[in-house]
């Protein structure tokens, strides 16, 4: 029985105890312990729990290795409190949890995001006189990192040290990587030094950490830095350590350096993946060096790798910010025939791109297309046509295409409000219009642009509509959040009829708290 449950083939070790009973084979507690363990393994744990009762009617009695069984496959399955009253019964029957006991249930709950319970089976963990070991704490610790809790994973951290249980490079990683997430790399890099210190060698995935934290920072010379120290200590570098920096000198356009990295993977026998490829591919396209990127393109092919999704998104921005709308289409005509099935990102691309060009009509139909599709388009699909259709006083079928977003994608965000509301208040319809929409953006949460406001607010006051205006403002400072004195010395411009001071007060404090962006 025990071999086939090695294997994973509980059926197998079912057949067995058919024929032990059709032979009349008496049972032992291993007999039942191994099956147990098989249904668990498989992840049937209420199974196994079933088998537990009726074997109990038959005289069996649950030991140390059942109990420590049951615990482990309901918390591997996250039946976390099934697993507690597991354990509950189990100190009942006069059995001590031990390590393998205590290790499974502050796993489980970790899992599940329990750490406060976790902590508190620690204690009783402790107070029992069963010593953690590594896996008990970097459990927690994890946790407590992936929560946002460093202060909290290194204080423990230094409590078990305290101890005897030393921390190993698991901890040292969640550690160090909770660190660089909460932007405390300074004291990340300490960390990393006192494990060296200590005896404790980093691993490929400390470095890739601490590499990935300071490409992402900008600090290229020091991942560098660390790269060599990666590689004097002996640690295998693997393809992310290498696309981490490859992606980080494209951000900040160094094309050169980025192809350097890129030539030293095949010098250090690191095969390049399709990351690797569509990084480099993204970067070329991004600093206007199109033809390389095209080049690089069949280089991965060569190489046995097929371009995605990312690969010809990357060529295609490339061609629509140039205006070279043939070259888009074409690009998303290789796509299709390649087997790669352009996506919303493809299509809001190539719309974009259109509408620059002026090519507004086609856009349009485009749009239409991808709907009759079924494909749930998002606000960056919309954007650019709707944008387009304001600027040419297209205002009614703006407006529908506007509705038409709120109904058949994902909702207008605040992009396609900043567009609609300039485009009404600048296209020269109903003045109440502009109103009802500001209105409607206010209280969706999306503040109204300074600029824009002002011009409303010009349309009325040539119209003798002040009432009008001062509720507008109302409603904006409270949905913006404005301090009492804020609001105060606002509203006391307008009381006395000083618009101009209101509105420039008014402009101020938006302004501050919303740095104005062009959307034109």
Known sequence: MQGYIEEGNLGGALRVREQMVASQCAWSN???????????????????????????????????????????????????NHALEILDLMLQEGFDPDLFTYNAVISGLCKTGEVKEAMEVLSQMLSRGCTPNAVTYNAIINTLCKDNQVQEATELARFLTSKGVLPDVSTFNSLIQGLCLSSNFSIAMDLFFEMKTKGCKPDEFTYNILIDCLCTKGKLDEALRLLKDMESSGCARSVITYNTLIDGFCKIKKIEEAEEIFDQMEVQGVSRNLVTYNTLIDGLSKCKRVDEAAQLMDQMLMEGLKPDKFTYNSLLSYFCRTGDIKKAADIVQT??????????????????????????????????????????????????????????????????????????????????????????????????????????????????????????????????????????????????????????????FLRIRKFEDGLASFGRVLNSQNPQKGYW
């Open 335 to 492: 796509m299709t025939t390649n087997g790669c099935e352009p996506d919303v990102v493809t299509y809001g691309t190539l719309i974009q791109g259109l509408c620059k060009a002026g090519r507004t009509e086609i856009a349009s139909r485009l749009l239409r297309s991808i709907q009759m599709k079924g494909m749930v388009l998002t606000p960056r699909a919309y954007n650019p046509v709707l944008q387009a259709l304001f600027k040419r006083k297209r205002i009614k079928e703006a407006m529908r295409l506007f509705r038409e977003m709120e109904e058949k994608s994902e909702s207008p965000d605040a992009v396609s409000y900043k567009i609609a509301f300039r485009g009404l208040c600048c296209g020269g319809g109903p003045i109440a219009e502009a109103v009802d929409f500001a209105v409607e953006m206010t209280e969706r949460g999306y503040i109204p642009e300074t600029s824009t406001f002002y011009m409303l607010a010009e349309g009325l006051c040539a119209l003798d509509m002040e009432e009008t205006l001062v509720s507008l403002v109302e409603k904006v400072m409270v949905k913006a959040r404005f301090s009492d004195n804020e609001a105060a010395m606002v509203m006391g």
């Open 30 to 80: 291993v007999t039942i312990n191994v099956l147990i363990n098989g249904f668990c393994k498989e992840g049937k744990v209420e199974e196994a729990l079933i088998f537990v009762q009726e074997m109990a009617n038959e005289g069996f009695c649950p030991d140390k290795f059942t109990f420590n069984t049951l615990i482990s496959g309901l918390c591997k399955v996250g039946h976390v």
